[in-house]
């Protein structure tokens, strides 16, 4: 794709998963990847091992829900590299439970990583990137944020105002050449939705009945989406939300067998 071959690229939450899918495309379109980890410095490492030959790669540890830290990140970035072209907003975390027995401290947590963090991140990206004359922000929303499902009050409500901020901010920022859109994945095929349902939590039968497409998505797939919104391919595109959900958010009745 156009506009990404050579690019700084930062994505956080890159060490596995769709975060890592990310990190994958950008490689493979020729962008310097830094990928953002939490606590698990040994998926880091994993990560950094198995795509550095497909480019230049490397792996920060970044406590996301620390907001000195988030704003140290992006401009660590900017120093060593001398730019930020593309931030890839994408690390995330779920904590289930009803609304009414949801500890406040968890809410927080949540809307902290999730939410808070990618504002932090991209308004000191926006920084960097208006002295530059422009650059990319993609973050990662979720199917969550227009199909609603239980016990996810504070995952639903963070990804709903993802899709708030990246339109808010895109019409703040288009004047500075600096655009921000969103991907919002449905189920996709990784580590954390592998485990869910092997421990019950997601009923794979029950997703299927809802997707048009009738599989679960690849985090390559997710990647690709955004490599088109960060590339200058999608250089009018601006403060939108793409589902790449294989038609969730669309669907209507569940359907339980082939019509």
């Not at 208006?130 to 609603?148: H, T």
């Not at 095929?189 to 794979?204: A, F, L, R, S």
Request: hydrophobic share 40%.
């Amino acid at each position: 794709m156009k506009g990404i071959q050579g690019k700084i690229t930062l994505v956080t939450g890159g060490t596995r998963g769709i975060g890592k899918g990310i990190a994958k495309r950008f490689l493979e379109e020729g962008a310097t990847v830094i990928i953002v980890g939490g606590k698990n410095k040994e998926d880091a490492d994993h990560a950094v091992a198995e795509l550095s030959p497909l480019g230049p790669i490397e792996a920060m540890m970044v406590d996301l829900s620390d907001a000195a830290a988030v704003e140290k990140m992006v401009d660590d970035v900017a120093a060593k590299y001398g730019r930020i072209d593309i931030l890839v907003n994408n690390a995330g975390i779920q904590i289930r439970q009803w609304a009414t027995e949801f500890k406040l401290e968890d809410f927080d947590k949540v809307i902290n990583v999730n939410m808070r963090a990618y504002y932090l991140a991209s308004r000191t990206a926006a920084r960097h990137m208006k002295e530059q004359g422009g650059g990319s922000i993609v973050c990662i929303s979720s199917g969550n944020s227009q199909c609603y499902t239980s016990q996810r009050s504070a995952y639903n409500i963070s990804k709903t105002a993802v899709n708030g901020l990246v339109a808010t901010l895109g019409v703040e920022w288009a004047r500075f050449n600096i655009r921000i859109n969103a991907v919002a994945p449905g189920y996709v095929m990784t580590e954390m939705i592998q485990k869910g349902i092997d421990d019950g939590i997601i009923d794979i039968e029950n997703i299927m009945k809802v997707i048009p497409m009738k599989r679960l998505l690849l985090p390559e797939e997710i990647g690709s989406t955004v490599a088109f919104l960060a590339s200058d391919e999608a250089s009018g595109i601006t403060g939108q939300t793409i589902f790449t959900d294989g038609g969730w958010s669309k669907a209507g009745l569940p359907e339980s067998k082939d019509l």
